[in-house]
Nanobody
Framework: QLVESGGGSVQAGGSLRLSCAAS????????MAWFRQAPGKEREGVAR??????TYTDSVKGRFTISKDNAENTLYLQMNSLEVEDTAMYYC?????????????????WGQGTQVTVS
């Protein structure tokens, strides 16, 4: 089970940190990722971390940082310099393989989402 938290409303230029608490399996054995879906748009991959190596979609590079805390069994997404275009529902996902961020359907487990609104 994956449970996201940390979303909210923030002004442009601000920061938020999203959390995704995992239960039932250790995050250090999984590939994990953050996705987002804005109203009227398709879900898109934001960042992925396989073991310790992160990858990001171009639009968030230099602003977002994905990380895992193995002791807390939690995935994080630190979001800085937020833009209005970052407004979306954010979801965490996990898989024992490591699908590409473009292959959304290949990710096995999903959280329920947390809303981020930037104005």
């Amino acid at each position: 089970q994956l449970v996201e938290s940390g979303g909210g409303s923030v002004q442009a230029g601000g920061s938020l940190r999203l959390s995704c608490a995992a239960s039932g399996y250790p995050v250090n054995t999984l590939c994990m990722a953050w996705f987002r879906q804005a109203p009227g748009k398709e879900r898109e991959g934001v960042a992925r971390i396989a073991k310790t190596v992160p990858t990001y979609t171009d639009s968030v590079k230099g602003r977002f940082t994905i990380s895992k805390d193995n002791a807390e069994n939690t995935l994080y997404l630190q979001m800085n310099s937020l833009e209005v275009e970052d407004t979306a529902m954010y979801y965490c996902a996990a898989d024992r393989n490591c699908p590409h961020l473009r292959n959304i359907g290949d990710w096995n487990s999903w959280g329920q989402g947390t809303q981020v609104t930037v104005s």
